[in-house]
């Protein structure tokens, strides 16, 4: 029987020793994408005496280097994708006592090791399944736009990762699917500040129209010489940030222009919030980026008669807050 998209599947688990692949223990809902190949193959030429080129292929390396998709971001999810990419080792703490929202601050070091933890993932459907240990991110796209009707608001993530190795399994069975919450774009609030003490202190309201925020990790692998064709450690690198943003063209927008041109410090947030846990606070995610303005442009583009401004926020490192982006999970996951 031919393979079918219905049986298409994403499903993970934490590693003890990165690296050391271990059974799935959840599932994740990502969209259905092909498995890129973790191999290439060399052809040699020779002077075979025939009229070929060559009779011999060789694959000298492995690695897996894709990514995964969710159009319909959901809270749950979170906390594995950053702890394997922006920090790793976090214990989260819960916010109410006893209702289950737990808060994961990811808040990288920029003067230490931030220590990723690291997932076996597997993947594929009813015909073929794979896994690939040493699971880590090392980018992501979040993206979302307010629409003007009563249509939906997905939030969008996409995680770069890269692996070891893609080997041939069963799936690990009997895994529920999992109760999530969506991100909402809706719902998506800004804030504009101008020092990470302030961070969060200034609502922005009637500005944000939509949103695409990209975070890099830098984590990477490394290839030494040894027994395994597939890298042996990872190392980590400087952390980036890019986010673009779409305004409503009033008075908070031609301010943004006016920082640009002088190029002052600013200190964004966005926050999303989702339903309460228990009787507790809300599913959150927040993402905090210090940088400047790298390019406003007044009229953009037009929605329904009203003039739009365009404006990209190039991340920097600021001295004085020791910072470049931090972001903030609450969901009810206590461990991924």
Same mark, same amino acid.
């Given at each position: ?13 934490? /590693? ?116 690939? /240990? ?68 200034? /609502? ?24 395994? $064709? ?53 599913? $959150? ?52």
């Amino acid at each position: 029987m031919p393979g079918e998209r219905a049986f298409i599947k994403f499903q993970y688990g934490k /590693e003890a020793t990165r690296g050391t692949a271990v059974a799935a223990t959840g599932v994740m809902l990502a969209d259905p994408m092909p498995i890129k190949p973790d191999r290439k193959p060399r052809f040699p030429e020779d002077a075979l005496g025939v009229r070929a080129a060559s009779f011999r292929s060789i694959i000298d390396q492995y690695l897996v280097a894709d990514s995964l998709k969710f159009s319909n971001a959901y809270f749950q999810v979170l906390p594995a994708l950053f702890g394997c990419g922006i920090k790793g080792g976090i214990t989260p703490t819960e916010v109410t006592g006893s209702q289950g929202d737990y808060r994961w601050d990811f808040y990288p070091s920029l003067t230490a090791a931030n220590a990723p933890d690291s997932l076996t993932l597997e993947r594929g459907d009813d015909t073929q399944a794979v896994e690939c /240990e040493y699971t880590m991110f090392d980018r992501y796209k979040i993206s979302g736009a307010i629409p003007q009707a009563a249509d939906g608001a997905p939030v969008a993530l996409e995680a770069g990762f890269f692996a070891c190795q893609d080997t041939p399994v069963s799936f690990t069975g009997a895994l529920s699917l999992p109760t999530v919450e969506m991100l909402n774009a809706k719902v998506a609030r800004f804030y504009l500040d101008t020092t990470w003490a302030g961070v969060g202190g200034t /609502e922005k309201t009637g500005l944000l129209r939509g949103f695409d925020i990209e975070l890099l990790t830098n984590v990477h692998p490394m290839f030494h010489g040894g027994a395994f $064709k597939y890298f042996d450690v990872h190392a980590e690198g400087v952390l980036a940030a890019m986010a673009t943003f779409t305004f409503e063209g009033n008075a908070d927008a031609d301010a943004i222009w006016d920082a640009y041109r002088a190029q002052s410090l600013a200190v964004v947030r966005l926050s999303i919030e989702g339903a309460q846990i228990g009787s507790g606070t809300n599913h $959150k995610l927040v993402v905090d980026i210090s940088g400047k303005w790298e390019e406003v442009t007044p009229i953009g583009t037009i929605e329904n008669g009203n003039n739009l401004h365009q404006a990209t926020l190039h991340g920097l490192y600021d001295p004085t807050g020791a910072k470049i982006y931090q972001v903030q999970v609450v969901t009810n996951k206590l461990t991924y």
